[in-house]
Protein backbone atom coordinates (compact mmCIF):
# COMPACT_ATOMS: atom_id res chain seq x y z
CA UNK A 1 0.00 0.00 0.00
CA UNK A 2 2.80 2.25 0.98
CA UNK A 3 4.71 1.31 -1.82
CA UNK A 4 2.01 1.92 -4.28
CA UNK A 5 1.21 5.24 -3.06
CA UNK A 6 4.97 6.62 -3.05
CA UNK A 7 4.86 4.84 -7.03
CA UNK A 8 2.01 7.34 -7.94
CA UNK A 9 2.91 10.53 -6.08
CA UNK A 10 6.42 10.52 -7.29
CA UNK A 11 5.75 9.33 -10.57
CA UNK A 12 3.17 12.45 -11.00
CA UNK A 13 5.53 14.29 -10.17
CA UNK A 14 8.29 13.03 -12.61
CA UNK A 15 6.12 13.34 -15.29
CA UNK A 16 5.07 16.97 -14.28
CA UNK A 17 8.69 18.19 -13.57
CA UNK A 18 9.40 16.62 -16.82
CA UNK A 19 6.94 17.72 -19.13
CA UNK A 20 7.66 21.56 -17.65
CA UNK A 21 11.40 21.05 -19.15
CA UNK A 22 10.03 20.20 -22.10
CA UNK A 23 7.30 22.59 -22.44
CA UNK A 24 8.93 25.71 -20.91
CA UNK A 25 9.91 28.67 -22.94
CA UNK A 26 12.67 30.05 -20.35
CA UNK A 27 15.75 28.18 -20.31
CA UNK A 28 15.89 28.70 -16.36
CA UNK A 29 12.61 27.22 -15.42
CA UNK A 30 13.68 24.39 -17.92
CA UNK A 31 16.48 24.01 -15.67
CA UNK A 32 14.94 24.13 -12.53
CA UNK A 33 12.47 21.50 -13.16
CA UNK A 34 14.86 19.25 -15.08
CA UNK A 35 17.15 19.29 -10.77
CA UNK A 36 13.74 18.47 -9.10
CA UNK A 37 12.90 15.84 -11.83
CA UNK A 38 16.54 14.71 -11.66
CA UNK A 39 15.80 14.19 -7.25
CA UNK A 40 12.37 12.49 -7.51
CA UNK A 41 13.80 9.86 -9.97
CA UNK A 42 15.37 8.93 -7.14
CA UNK A 43 12.96 8.23 -5.19
CA UNK A 44 12.16 5.23 -7.29
CA UNK A 45 15.42 3.85 -6.79
CA UNK A 46 15.18 3.71 -3.17
CA UNK A 47 11.88 1.88 -3.79
CA UNK A 48 13.43 -0.36 -5.85
CA UNK A 49 15.90 -1.30 -3.01
CA UNK A 50 19.31 0.55 -4.95
CA UNK A 51 19.79 2.31 -2.18
CA UNK A 52 23.10 3.12 -3.65
CA UNK A 53 22.01 4.46 -7.32
CA UNK A 54 19.85 6.63 -5.85
CA UNK A 55 22.85 8.17 -3.45
CA UNK A 56 24.82 8.52 -7.02
CA UNK A 57 21.96 9.61 -8.74
CA UNK A 58 21.51 12.67 -6.36
CA UNK A 59 25.15 13.08 -5.79
CA UNK A 60 26.19 13.04 -10.37
CA UNK A 61 22.76 14.85 -11.79
CA UNK A 62 22.10 17.45 -8.73
CA UNK A 63 25.56 18.18 -7.48
CA UNK A 64 27.70 17.94 -10.63
CA UNK A 65 25.63 17.73 -13.64
CA UNK A 66 23.11 20.91 -12.57
CA UNK A 67 25.80 22.74 -11.14
CA UNK A 68 27.95 22.57 -14.52
CA UNK A 69 24.91 23.18 -16.33
CA UNK A 70 24.10 26.13 -14.18
CA UNK A 71 27.49 27.53 -14.36
CA UNK A 72 27.91 26.88 -18.35
CA UNK A 73 24.28 29.07 -18.22
CA UNK A 74 26.40 31.95 -17.51
CA UNK A 75 28.09 31.51 -20.38
CA UNK A 76 24.59 31.94 -22.59
CA UNK A 77 21.82 34.66 -22.90
CA UNK A 78 19.11 32.64 -21.21
CA UNK A 79 17.46 35.12 -20.09
CA UNK A 80 15.31 35.61 -23.64
CA UNK A 81 12.11 33.23 -25.03
CA UNK A 82 13.87 29.84 -26.35
CA UNK A 83 12.46 30.09 -30.12
CA UNK A 84 11.22 26.52 -30.82
CA UNK A 85 10.54 24.49 -33.93
CA UNK A 86 7.29 24.91 -36.11
CA UNK A 87 6.41 21.22 -37.35
CA UNK A 88 3.43 18.98 -37.43
CA UNK A 89 2.31 18.46 -33.59
CA UNK A 90 0.77 14.90 -34.62
CA UNK A 91 4.06 13.49 -36.49
CA UNK A 92 6.34 14.53 -33.27
CA UNK A 93 4.22 12.99 -30.66
CA UNK A 94 3.42 10.10 -32.86
CA UNK A 95 7.16 9.37 -33.54
CA UNK A 96 7.76 9.64 -29.80
CA UNK A 97 5.37 7.23 -29.04
CA UNK A 98 6.38 4.68 -31.10
CA UNK A 99 9.86 4.83 -30.65
CA UNK A 100 9.12 4.30 -26.79
CA UNK A 101 6.98 1.48 -26.90
CA UNK A 102 9.70 0.12 -29.54
CA UNK A 103 12.08 0.58 -26.92
CA UNK A 104 10.32 -0.74 -23.94
CA UNK A 105 9.62 -4.15 -26.44
CA UNK A 106 13.44 -4.19 -26.64
CA UNK A 107 13.16 -4.33 -22.88
CA UNK A 108 10.57 -6.84 -22.79
CA UNK A 109 11.16 -9.20 -25.41
CA UNK A 110 13.51 -11.12 -23.41
CA UNK A 111 11.74 -11.71 -20.61
CA UNK A 112 8.33 -12.77 -22.29
CA UNK A 113 10.53 -15.39 -24.70
CA UNK A 114 12.44 -17.39 -21.79
CA UNK A 115 12.70 -17.56 -18.43
CA UNK A 116 15.34 -15.29 -17.23
CA UNK A 117 17.86 -16.58 -15.25
CA UNK A 118 19.70 -13.63 -12.51
CA UNK A 119 23.25 -13.61 -14.02
CA UNK A 120 24.70 -11.82 -10.87
CA UNK A 121 21.96 -13.23 -8.34
CA UNK A 122 21.36 -10.49 -5.25
CA UNK A 123 23.38 -12.05 -1.96
CA UNK A 124 20.85 -12.07 1.31
CA UNK A 125 21.64 -11.00 4.70
CA UNK A 126 24.12 -8.16 2.74
CA UNK A 127 23.40 -4.44 2.08
CA UNK A 128 22.75 -2.91 -1.38
CA UNK A 129 26.20 -1.15 -1.36
CA UNK A 130 28.31 -3.97 -0.42
CA UNK A 131 26.40 -5.99 -2.73
CA UNK A 132 27.21 -3.47 -5.70
CA UNK A 133 31.43 -3.14 -4.67
CA UNK A 134 31.26 -6.96 -4.83
CA UNK A 135 30.32 -7.23 -8.09
CA UNK A 136 31.85 -4.14 -9.83
CA UNK A 137 35.09 -4.82 -8.49
CA UNK A 138 35.15 -8.67 -9.43
CA UNK A 139 32.78 -9.29 -12.48
CA UNK A 140 32.70 -5.36 -14.41
CA UNK A 141 36.25 -4.47 -13.15
CA UNK A 142 37.39 -3.74 -16.87
CA UNK A 143 34.19 -1.86 -17.55
CA UNK A 144 34.86 0.49 -14.33
CA UNK A 145 38.15 1.26 -15.32
CA UNK A 146 37.51 1.83 -18.88
CA UNK A 147 34.77 4.18 -17.70
CA UNK A 148 37.15 6.23 -15.29
CA UNK A 149 39.70 6.64 -18.58
CA UNK A 150 36.29 7.97 -20.62
CA UNK A 151 35.94 10.27 -17.97
CA UNK A 152 39.18 11.34 -17.64
CA UNK A 153 39.51 12.07 -21.12
CA UNK A 154 36.26 13.63 -21.07
CA UNK A 155 37.86 15.82 -18.20
CA UNK A 156 40.80 17.14 -20.39
CA UNK A 157 38.22 17.82 -23.39
CA UNK A 158 36.44 19.69 -21.09
CA UNK A 159 39.22 21.76 -19.91
CA UNK A 160 40.55 22.69 -23.48
CA UNK A 161 37.86 23.40 -25.28
CA UNK A 162 36.14 25.77 -22.52
CA UNK A 163 39.24 27.23 -20.70
CA UNK A 164 40.92 28.35 -23.94
CA UNK A 165 41.68 32.35 -23.09
CA UNK A 166 40.14 32.22 -19.79
CA UNK A 167 43.60 33.76 -18.64
CA UNK A 168 42.80 37.31 -20.31
CA UNK A 169 39.92 39.28 -18.44
CA UNK A 170 37.74 41.32 -20.75
CA UNK A 171 36.66 43.31 -17.72
CA UNK A 172 40.61 44.41 -16.69
CA UNK A 173 41.68 45.14 -20.16
CA UNK A 174 40.95 48.58 -22.16
CA UNK A 175 38.70 48.97 -25.38
CA UNK A 176 41.49 48.78 -28.16
CA UNK A 177 42.97 45.28 -26.85
CA UNK A 178 39.08 44.19 -27.09
CA UNK A 179 38.96 45.73 -30.25
CA UNK A 180 41.78 44.37 -31.24
CA UNK A 181 40.81 40.28 -30.02
CA UNK A 182 37.18 40.52 -31.66
CA UNK A 183 38.55 41.62 -35.20
CA UNK A 184 40.89 38.83 -34.84
CA UNK A 185 38.28 36.58 -34.01
CA UNK A 186 36.01 37.12 -36.94
CA UNK A 187 39.11 37.29 -39.21
CA UNK A 188 39.14 33.73 -37.99
CA UNK A 189 35.31 33.14 -38.48
CA UNK A 190 36.10 34.26 -41.91
CA UNK A 191 38.82 32.39 -43.12
CA UNK B 1 -2.50 -2.99 -4.93
CA UNK B 2 0.60 -4.27 -5.83
CA UNK B 3 3.31 -2.23 -7.85
CA UNK B 4 4.90 -4.51 -10.60
CA UNK B 5 7.16 -4.34 -13.51
CA UNK B 6 4.67 -3.22 -15.88
CA UNK B 7 4.26 -0.07 -13.82
CA UNK B 8 7.76 0.67 -13.97
CA UNK B 9 8.00 -0.32 -17.64
CA UNK B 10 5.09 2.13 -18.47
CA UNK B 11 6.55 5.18 -16.87
CA UNK B 12 9.75 4.47 -18.38
CA UNK B 13 7.98 4.50 -21.26
CA UNK B 14 6.23 7.56 -20.97
CA UNK B 15 9.15 10.07 -19.71
CA UNK B 16 11.16 8.23 -22.41
CA UNK B 17 8.31 9.71 -24.82
CA UNK B 18 8.52 12.79 -23.19
CA UNK B 19 12.21 13.23 -23.84
CA UNK B 20 11.52 12.18 -27.28
CA UNK B 21 9.40 15.09 -27.66
CA UNK B 22 12.03 17.81 -26.01
CA UNK B 23 14.74 16.32 -28.79
CA UNK B 24 12.42 16.71 -31.89
CA UNK B 25 10.73 20.53 -30.50
CA UNK B 26 13.32 22.35 -29.03
CA UNK B 27 16.05 24.40 -31.34
CA UNK B 28 18.32 25.80 -28.53
CA UNK B 29 21.05 22.70 -27.82
CA UNK B 30 21.09 23.76 -24.39
CA UNK B 31 17.36 22.36 -23.96
CA UNK B 32 18.11 19.65 -26.51
CA UNK B 33 21.32 18.70 -24.04
CA UNK B 34 18.13 18.75 -20.89
CA UNK B 35 15.69 16.38 -23.27
CA UNK B 36 19.20 13.36 -24.00
CA UNK B 37 19.18 14.06 -19.77
CA UNK B 38 15.20 12.49 -19.56
CA UNK B 39 16.18 10.06 -21.69
CA UNK B 40 18.67 8.34 -20.44
CA UNK B 41 17.07 8.93 -16.92
CA UNK B 42 14.16 7.23 -18.01
CA UNK B 43 16.14 4.32 -19.28
CA UNK B 44 17.77 4.24 -15.73
CA UNK B 45 14.10 3.47 -14.53
CA UNK B 46 13.49 0.49 -16.43
CA UNK B 47 17.21 -1.26 -15.89
CA UNK B 48 16.95 -0.48 -11.89
CA UNK B 49 13.22 -2.11 -11.77
CA UNK B 50 14.39 -4.90 -14.34
CA UNK B 51 17.17 -5.34 -11.62
CA UNK B 52 14.63 -4.84 -8.45
CA UNK B 53 12.63 -8.14 -10.13
CA UNK B 54 14.82 -10.50 -11.01
CA UNK B 55 17.12 -10.44 -8.18
CA UNK B 56 19.88 -9.47 -10.52
CA UNK B 57 22.54 -6.60 -10.42
CA UNK B 58 23.27 -6.33 -13.90
CA UNK B 59 20.75 -3.44 -14.14
CA UNK B 60 22.01 -1.40 -11.51
CA UNK B 61 25.74 -2.07 -13.08
CA UNK B 62 24.56 -0.87 -16.49
CA UNK B 63 22.39 2.44 -14.59
CA UNK B 64 26.17 3.50 -12.85
CA UNK B 65 27.37 3.24 -16.40
CA UNK B 66 25.01 5.09 -18.01
CA UNK B 67 25.30 7.73 -15.04
CA UNK B 68 29.45 8.13 -16.57
CA UNK B 69 28.55 8.06 -19.49
CA UNK B 70 25.77 10.95 -19.50
CA UNK B 71 28.03 12.93 -17.29
CA UNK B 72 31.53 12.72 -19.53
CA UNK B 73 29.07 13.40 -22.78
CA UNK B 74 27.73 16.62 -20.78
CA UNK B 75 31.34 17.99 -20.23
CA UNK B 76 32.50 17.31 -23.69
CA UNK B 77 29.34 18.58 -24.99
CA UNK B 78 29.00 21.71 -22.77
CA UNK B 79 32.77 22.67 -23.32
CA UNK B 80 31.90 22.57 -27.31
CA UNK B 81 28.52 25.04 -26.81
CA UNK B 82 30.88 27.48 -25.07
CA UNK B 83 33.30 27.51 -27.48
CA UNK B 84 30.94 27.59 -30.43
CA UNK B 85 28.34 30.31 -28.55
CA UNK B 86 31.82 32.78 -28.01
CA UNK B 87 32.25 32.70 -31.73
CA UNK B 88 29.06 33.26 -32.93
CA UNK B 89 26.71 34.60 -30.39
CA UNK B 90 24.07 31.95 -30.36
CA UNK B 91 23.16 28.11 -29.86
CA UNK B 92 20.57 27.53 -32.51
CA UNK B 93 20.60 24.29 -34.04
CA UNK B 94 19.34 26.05 -37.77
CA UNK B 95 22.15 28.60 -37.69
CA UNK B 96 25.10 25.71 -37.18
CA UNK B 97 24.90 25.36 -40.97
CA UNK B 98 29.02 25.94 -41.83
CA UNK B 99 29.13 22.42 -43.28
CA UNK B 100 26.34 22.54 -45.15
CA UNK B 101 24.79 19.72 -44.66
Same mark, same amino acid.
Given at each position: ?? =?????Y???? +???T??L????????L???????? /??I?I???FF?L???? +???????VY? /????A??A?GM???D????????????????GL????A????????A???S????????????? /?????? /?????????I??E???????????A?????G?????? +?? +???? =????R? =?? =????KV?? | ??????H?????????????????????????FF???I????????F??I?H???????Q???F????????????G?G??IV????????????M?????
Amino acid at each position: MF =EAVAFYLFAF +LTITMFLITVLSSQALYALSALAA /GMIFISAFFFILGADF +LGAVQIIVYT /GAVMALYAFGMMFFDTTREVKEKKGNKFIIIGLSTLAAVMVVAIFAAPIVSTNMQAFYPMIDGV /GNTQQV /GLVLFTKYLIPFEVAAVMLLVAMVAGIVLAGKKMDLS +LT +LMNA =EDIKRI =ED =EQNKKVLS | MEIGLNHYLILSTILFAIGLVGIMRRKNLLLLFFATEILLNAVNIGFAAISHYYGDLTGQMFAFFVIAIAASELAVGLGLLIVWHKRHGNIDLDTMTSMRG
